[in-house]
């Protein structure tokens, strides 16, 4: 299909962003010019959109809304700004930079996401091109962070197996590297890089003019841990180990988690197994998968863009064959794998290499300081000593990896006297709870999340304690809206946004990650959802079978119905 066809596959119109597409140039527009107006800290919606391909939203503090509207004042604007970093591994030089460009220019905090990258919050419309010129020049980058491009390749953290994880972490890099928009575009805006006399003869030999139709995401897990939730992303790498050695990776397609409340068309969805590949071969199954979706994806409805909706309105052999087709070889059968798990494990392990590693429980992937616990500072302190690396972990958490014997004790004293902690001393729920941002910040929230999680498992770990739970390991996640930004849909309990203090309930996830779960009551607040949950925990507790997880056992206990397929989800 040419990228240049107006019309989706589905023969409508295209959509109003897919013309916006059109017209930036390659996503050039008219920013420069927007950056540079004083007269309004927002830009134009049009410019909004473009923004996202270079890194950055617009958004305002909605905390503030109503009294600046009182004061006849617009909105308290500021940009939130996403920074990449394949597979979540970044210096200590780049931390110290975060952390410095988090004081200059943001609100003073960090966010560690879920797709393992950097966010700030906080900066100002005329502060965004001194931010991603620091950004930038400490060998990091905003570009695809956002928009509708591939964004970024995830890859398990796995601090046991050295050798293993950094030969993933290398092929993590290369799809990254290879998959980046190819314009000039944020080079002449942001990094005041020389225009192109005539950009009409640039190209873009994998997105073409109009870039994809969505969002892409990529993950790349080493069982037995799932931890990057590989059955959530539009394309996962599983890796197959034989003899300790990496011999390949079984490929799976068709994930996704975003959907839109009462909307039965939308739905989370898993992904499914396709094949194997060795690892020379990953790097052109990523390409040959994001063009068959920038040819068939659909770009008359947003809702219905993303690749899952492309493979299941197809077939997964339809899919099959044309990849197959644009390989130019097939992929092999799938290869044998176990995942056990999809969460982090915390303080200390020695790898394989002789390096030290240590896990961090960071609440809600929040770098901040407070009283008893001094975060941001420790780690501040950390980074100025540490030779080895940080890896940021997909259930929002912080690894301080490759420390050497040597530097051991002096990092371990440093964690002490800032009050940072492995978290082994909170409930198992708290240490797998995950929460999106949601208020002040996102436009999209429809309820609280990361602000209202804390409190909330203050009043469920007593329940736990008294049903003798407290340390039984439950995936639960929370989230303001259903886009899905914290994989809610494959945890044991989830709770997303549908209203001010009012949540959808839904059980029954696979804590392995390769299971969604279903909706149980719908629109409820604090009080009945603790009430619901309640008799549930006393229930698993006395009737729960060896090592049976509490996702496992609602389905068997019928509380809700299995879910295997996201088609079958509102079923």
Known sequence: MSENNLLSPNSAPHSDVEDIKRRTNYLRGTLEETLKGVITSSIPEDENRLMKFHGSYMQDDRDLRNERNKQKLEPAYQFM???????????????????????????????LTTRQSFQLHGVIKWNLKNTIREVNDAMLSTLAACGDVNRNVMCNPNPYQSDIHAEVYGWASR????????????????????????????????????YLPRKFKIGMAIPPSNDVDVFSQDLGYIAIIEEGRLVGFNVT????????????????????????????????????????????????????????????DRGIEWFSN?????????????RTYHFDHNGDRYGWVKGDNGKWHYTLFIQNGRIKDEDDNLLMTGLREIAKVHTGDFRLTANQNLIIGNISSQKKK???????????????????????????VAFPTCGMAMAESERYLPSFLDKVEPMLEEAGLRDEEITIRMTGCPNGCARPSLAEIAFIGKAPGKYNMYLGGGFAGNRLNKLYKENIGEDEILKSLQ?????????????????????RAGHVKEVRSGQDFHV
Request: net charge negative.
């Open 175 to 210: 799809i990254s590297t290879h998959l980046d928009p190819q314009t000039r575009a944020y080079h002449e805006i942001w990094l005041d890089g020389e225009k192109l006399v005539d950009s009409s003869e640039e190209q873009e030999p994998i997105y073409g003019h109009v």
């Open 253 to 312: 397609v068709g994930g996704g988690m975003g959907m839109t409340h009462g909307d039965t068309k939308t739905y989370p969805q898993v992904s499914q197994v396709i094949g194997f590949c060795t690892p020379e071969q990953v790097v052109d199954v990523a390409e040959k998968t994001v063009t068959i979706q920038r040819d068939y994806g659909d770009r008359s409805v947003r809702k219905h863009a993303r690749f899952k909706y492309t493979i299941d």
């Open 81 to 111: 700004l996403r920074v990449r970093a394949a597979g979540g591994v970044v210096t200590s030089d780049q931390w110290l930079m975060m952390d410095r460009i988090a004081h200059k220019y943001g609100s003073g905090t960090i966010r």
């Open 410 to 436: 002096k990092i371990e004293e440093l964690m002490q006297a800032h009050g940072l902690t492995d978290g082994i001393q909170l409930s198992a729920l708290r240490r797998n709870s995950m929460a999106c």
């Open 535 to 555: 008799p549930i925990i006393n229930q698993y507790s006395k009737e729960r079978q060896e090592g049976e997880h509490f996702g496992d056992f609602v389905i």
């Open 322 to 334: 044309e990849l197959n087709t644009r390989l130019g070889w097939k992929l092999e059968a799938a």
